[in-house]
């Protein structure tokens, strides 16, 4: 894995960094996050609790390098659960995805945050969702902002959700809602991917087919007290078949990006990102 600096604006190569017990076939590096001095890369195929239980790292920033500084594991880790095949971080909590957990049915999902305390980072609750189901695949994707932790969950050829939590006075994470798309239908893997910023929820569905099949679609949520709504849909204006436009996305501030990584452009798979902002009368828009 590669992190970069910023430096006179713009970006420059620092670091490339490895955990310090990697294996072949770890997939150390699958899914990564940063905040602060902080980063965390997850290896879902990792074996330490048993073939592709999963694990994830901890690197801290210290003067210009970055040193490994934990290793971790569910509590309750087992074979399969693919640990760590979703990471987010902020502050002083961290969240992975563990899809393949069983707790509630084969392959039903769970997401477990860690917080930290001082240079350690301990296991603070594990989060499953109400209505969680066999092959629900809780926790394929995570994000944390603040006090809110949203979850996607994507079941094979089945309607997929995003789940909100957020962390109340005691310092406990309750789901707060439960997020599905007004048109979405069966397939379209509303839930793959999440972000959040603020107010702010961006949701992928890359199979939706309004411009073609799996041309993509992605959904704009906003949060007005404890209620989130739809606020729009996001499609591409060139948008064709395949294109898989919402199979990545982010949000901060203003600012949504999307990924189409099967656009054809410059040929066959070259794919293309597209950046939304948004207009305070009518939410985000393609900036010209």
């Known amino acids: 894995m590669c992190i970069f600096t910023i430096s006179s604006a713009c ?33 879902y ?60 049915g084969e392959s039903s999902g769970s997401v477990y945050v860690f917080i930290r305390n001082g240079k350690n980072w301990i296991q603070h609750t594990k989060l499953v969702a109400n209505d969680a189901k066999k092959y629900g695949d809780f926790g394929t994707s995570v994000c944390i902002s603040g006090d809110y932790i949203i979850v996607g969950a994507t079941p094979y050829n089945d309607l997929g ?8 006075e005691n310092n406990n994470w309750v789901q707060q809602k439960k997020l599905k798309a007004d048109d979405t239908e069966r ?42 709504s739809q606020q729009t849909k996001l499609i591409a204006n060139d948008g064709i078949e395949e294109d898989n436009f919402g199979k990545a996305v982010s949000i901060s501030g203003d600012y949504a990006i999307v990924g189409a990584y099967l656009d054809d452009d410059i040929g066959a798979g070259s794919g293309s990102a597209y950046i939304f902002k948004r207009d305070k009368k009518i939410g985000y828009t393609k900036p010209n």
């Open 11 to 43: 970006f420059a190569s620092q670091i490339k960094i490895n955990s310090e017990d990697s294996d072949k076939r770890d997939y150390f590096g699958y899914s990564v996050s940063i905040s602060g001095k902080y980063a965390i890369i997850g290896a």
């Open 187 to 228: 397939g379209d893997y509303f839930g793959n991917k999440v972000s959040l910023s603020g107010d702010y929820a961006i949701i992928g569905a890359h199979r939706d087919d309004d411009k073609g099949s799996n041309s993509g679609a992605a959904y704009i949520f906003v949060r007005d007290g404890t209620n989130w």
């Open 161 to 168: 959700a995003a789940y909100i939590f957020v962390r109340d």
């Open 45 to 104: 195929m990792d074996d330490d609790k048993g073939l592709d239980s999963g694990s994830a790292y901890i690197f801290t920033k210290t003067g210009n390098n970055w040193i490994q500084s934990e290793k971790l594991t569910a509590n309750d880790g087992e074979r399969g659960d693919r640990f760590a095949s979703a990471v987010s971080i902020f502050g002083d909590y961290a969240v992975i995805g563990s899809s393949r957990d069983d707790d509630n």
